[in-house]
Every structure is written in structure tokens, then in C-alpha cells.
């Protein structure tokens, strides 16, 4: 999850993704191809990333 969170700091041209930014669809498919996860739907890449936005 962390490294997830990690890469939405990265441009997607840093990374050879032709976007001008990411969607959740794509950090799914990032953290797949890195092999971050083996598998991890969209709406899990949501709420890893929306937990993180909420203050404490």
C-alpha cells in the first residue's frame, strides 16, 4: 500500500505512462505491473488514497 501511495507523487511521463495524470484505473494497473500487488481493484487504490487525504 505504501508504495502505492508513493508512486501518486510520480508524473505519469516519469513513469513512461502517456497521461497527463493518473485515475485510480491506472494506479491499479501500475502497482500491478511493478509488482507492488498481485492483484488490487480501483476502489481499494481509492480508499488507500482517500484515507491518506483525511485529516486526523
Partial sequence: ???V???T???PA?????????????????AITR???DS???STVRCWL???SRPV
Avoid at 516519469?14 to 501500475?30: D, H, I, K, Q
Wanted: with cysteine; hydrophobic share 50%; charged share 25%.
Fill in 40 to 42: 488490487v481493484s480501483v
Fill in 9 to 11: 507523487c510520480a508524473l
Fill in 14 to 30: 516519469e513513469v513512461t505512462v502517456p497521461l497527463a495524470r493518473w485515475s485510480y484505473r491506472e494506479f491499479a494497473a501500475e
Fill in 50 to 52: 482517500h484515507a491518506e
Fill in 1 to 3: 500500500m505504501a508504495e
Fill in 5 to 7: 501511495k508513493v508512486s
Fill in 35 to 37: 509488482k507492488v500487488v
